[in-house]
């Protein structure tokens, strides 16, 4: 191996169009961004409506409501343990 670089084109990549396979991840990444981009905003709006503690109570609450469907797919020995955290 002399150490050069050659690049060669992926041949299973989705063509480019309006097709599902290569929409998805772009619409992932922009509702990703959008999420992320409308948190400080809203955190704003947030604590100017709401005590700091019932700010922070219902933020912690939309994410575990969020993330409560991943619960079952924990494995067993780990459930008791992540329900009471």
Do not use: H
């Not at 670089?5 to 480019?16: D, F, Q």
């Not at 922009?30 to 700091?52: C, D, H, K, Q």
């Amino acid at each position: 191996d002399d150490g050069t670089l050659s690049c060669e084109p992926n041949t299973g990549a989705p063509a480019p169009g309006l097709s599902l396979p290569y929409l998805w991840p772009r619409g992932l990444l922009l509702f990703s961004s959008v999420l992320y981009g409308t948190n400080f905003p809203l955190g704003r709006i947030m604590n100017e409506a709401l005590p700091p503690s019932a700010a922070t109570s219902a933020r912690l609450l939309l994410a575990a409501a969020a993330l409560s469907p991943f619960l079952p797919r924990l494995a067993p020995e780990l459930r008791l343990q992540a329900m009471r955290c």
